[in-house]
């Protein structure tokens, strides 16, 4: 069975998503054993809680670096079994620390289609914001493997959205989210699952 742990830091939409898919039977042998916030007010910790899964706020404030806090996160991941660590609206850049600990094992979801709209303060809203005074035509999400950069990782899942006539950051947002980013993320988790090397 493939563990994962998934990092939150906010409303927990796409943790929804990986857990109605895995109520639904779709993330092949894959479970969620832990979901991890660094902020204790996130909604997330309640979709946690209502599915009986297992929570801890680990929070970067309550370390003396990010180094430190990187290691204590990875110690707490490595002893519930985590063999793939999900970044769900998870908004910590986490320090190369963490990364080696779990090189190749780690998956992020973008809501745009990389390498558009990606790096250094694209999160969020900011992200349509920026499609949106592009004028792209089409934007939607990708899932990636997390390595040391910004979202430079390889590419593991896209899927496209249209972007329509009179669309504000918010509606393009829920859009990409709805029609994007809670379809893939799932999906790249199952397959993932079905790879001997990520266990
Ligand atoms: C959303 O902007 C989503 O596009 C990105 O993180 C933000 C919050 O997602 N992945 P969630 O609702 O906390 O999953």
């Avoid at 109520?23 to 894959?30: Q, R, S």
């Avoid at 209502?50 to 430190?68: C, H, M, N």
């Amino acid at each position: 069975m493939l563990k994962i742990a998934v990092l939150v830091s906010g409303g927990g939409t796409n943790l929804q998503a990986i857990i109605d898919a895995q109520n639904a039977g779709g993330l092949g042998d894959a479970r969620i054993e832990l979901v991890v916030s660094n902020k204790d007010d996130a909604y997330a910790l309640m979709r946690a809680k209502e599915a009986g899964i297992p929570s801890k706020v680990i929070r970067p404030k309550d370390f003396p670096d990010k180094d430190l806090y990187g290691a204590a996160l990875a110690r707490e991941l490595k002893e519930c079994g985590t063999g793939l660590v999900v970044l769900a609206g998870f908004l910590v850049v986490l320090p190369p620390v963490f990364i080696d600990e779990f090189a190749g094992k780690i998956i992020n979801i973008h809501p745009s289609l990389i390498p558009s709209f990606c790096g250094e303060g694209f999160y969020g809203l900011k992200v349509h914001e920026a499609a949106l005074s592009r004028g792209v035509k089409i934007t939607g999400a990708t899932v990636h493997f997390v390595d040391k950069g910004c979202d430079t990782g390889p590419i593991i899942m896209q899927k496209a959205v249209e972007v329509l006539e009179g669309d504000t950051p918010e509606v393009l947002q829920r859009r990409v989210m709805e029609q994007a980013e809670w379809v893939i993320l799932p999906a790249a988790i199952k397959k993932l699952a079905e790879r001997e090397e990520i266990r």
